[in-house]
Nanobody, 126 residues
Framework: QVQLVESEGGLVQAGGSLRLSCVAS????????MGWFRQAPGKEREFVAA????????DYADSVKGRFTISRENAKNTVYLQMSSLKPEDTAVYYC???????????????????WGQGTQVTVSS
């Protein structure tokens, strides 16, 4: 089983930027697609972004498209989420997750992912 550890989130003003990182244990990181999800208080955990094992393809939720960028460095077992033009509605706990496979097969479904990080709080003030 892999361990996923997200970087510390934080408090940022609306319009600002923040980059999250997620480091995976083990030697098979490059074999799997990775995703980011988020959960706001009182809401379901929702898909944010996903990236294929080789970084050649990505997918984004409509709500973050054009503002967030997912990327990965397989040599560092790390996936990133660069968040820009942040809005108060982006406030949530953000989770990284490892997919069951290499490709982006149903990347927006939670059931696609087998391992989850502990989550990190991102708060955007207005």
């Amino acid at each position: 089983q892999v361990q996923l550890v997200e970087s510390e989130g934080g408090l940022v003003q609306a319009g600002g930027s923040l980059r999250l990182s997620c480091v995976a244990s083990g030697r098979t990181f490059s074999s799997y697609a990775m995703g980011w999800f988020r959960q706001a208080p009182g809401k379901e955990r929702e898909f944010v972004a996903a990236i294929r094992w080789d970084g050649s393809r990505t997918d984004y939720a409509d709500s973050v498209k054009g503002r967030f960028t997912i990327s990965r460095e397989n040599a560092k077992n790390t996936v990133y989420l660069q968040m820009s033009s942040l809005k108060p509605e982006d406030t949530a706990v953000y989770y990284c997750a490892r997919s069951a496979g290499r490709l982006l097969t149903e990347p927006r479904k939670r059931a696609t992912y087998t391992d989850w990080g502990q989550g990190t709080q991102v708060t955007v003030s207005s």
